[in-house]
């Protein structure tokens, strides 16, 4: 693999510094408080976090095997307890953090 010369980098590193920048000042830049967004704005910002959580546990569950041991269990169990801690505490980070932990403990020690 060809290595990158010292400029090759920095443009790089540039390149890539610069576009975060973008991404995480335009809204800002292209909406400002006070202003009245657009109702596609809006509509979205509603519409798109559901979204995303659907398309993440259908990318989780793409590769299951309901046909073969252990028939999806350890994934289903662990997408139960994120849904359920979910419900009852609504945060994502005990969520999220809860399901990993009971998938792991599953697939290393209970369905090897």
């Known amino acids: ?30 909406f400002p408080e006070g202003r009245k967004r657009p109702e596609i704005i809006d509509s979205l910002g ?8 659907g398309l993440l546990v259908v990318y989780c569950l793409r590769n299951v095997s309901f046909s073969s041991y252990p028939h999806g269990l350890p994934e289903l169990i662990a997408a139960a307890v994120v849904a ?4 009852w505490k609504r945060s ?21």
């Open 1 to 30: 693999m060809p290595r990158l010369s010292s400029i090759q980098l920095i443009i790089t590193i540039i390149a890539i510094a610069s576009g975060a920048m973008i991404t995480r000042f335009a809204p800002f830049v292209l």
């Open 84 to 87: 359920a801690l979910q419900l």
């Open 46 to 53: 509603l519409l798109l976090p559901a979204a995303m959580m």
């Open 92 to 112: 994502a980070l005990l969520s999220i953090g809860a399901g990993t932990t009971v998938y792991m403990l599953l697939v290393q020690a209970v369905f090897v």
